[in-house]
């Protein structure tokens, strides 16, 4: 399959493009791929934030937007890694199933509904029609969060239900260390009355 299949296949056919990613691993490509779209996005989103006074927006100067986008961008591929490795050795653990360059790759070509959404939350805002950019963008979200799920699922080669426990997975734990966090905490506190 080559990249405009591929591309093709992300937005109309998720399950078929995400399957052919996880069994071929193009990781280089991907990555390449997800840096341009972040690229393009912030790119984008710098034209809609100048339809504002960008100094009142981001409190920082025009001059340095670019380094404040490289440093999104390094920090962006920094989660994409990490995630693809907890991913992977969640469900290594968990399932007995792992595919760390596998899912590197599905969960960079998840991105680029992102690019879509950026396009159109700009055009309503030059249209003045920013409370439609908003629904749009949520959608939008909501679109990458299901391309991830199915990502994960097609590179560990899980059912649905141990994908969103794989893919939630990081967001439970946390949640349960800042409880036990608070509880021991509120516990401590109250033993010092």
Known sequence: MNLTELLWNTIFHPHLAMQKLAAEKP????????????TCIMIIN?????????????????????????????????VLFLSAGFFSLFSEIAYKRGNSLGLLSTLSFAVIPGLLGSVLQYATTI??????????????????LVLQ??????????????ALVVYFAPMLILAFIMTLFTVLIFTYSISLL
């Open 27 to 38: 990781w280089g490509l991907s990555l390449i791929l997800y840096v341009a779209v972040l």
């Open 127 to 144: 249209l003045g029609l920013d409370w439609l950019g908003a629904i749009i963008n949520s959608i939008i979200i909501f679109w990458v």
């Open 149 to 162: 799920v199915i990502a994960v699922r097609a590179s560990l080669d899980l059912s649905t239900g141990q």
């Open 46 to 78: 710098q034209g809609a934030l100048a339809l504002r006074p960008i100094e009142e927006a981001l409190r920082l100067p025009a001059q340095y937007l670019w380094l404040f986008g490289l440093v999104v961008i390094v920090f962006s591929l920094m």
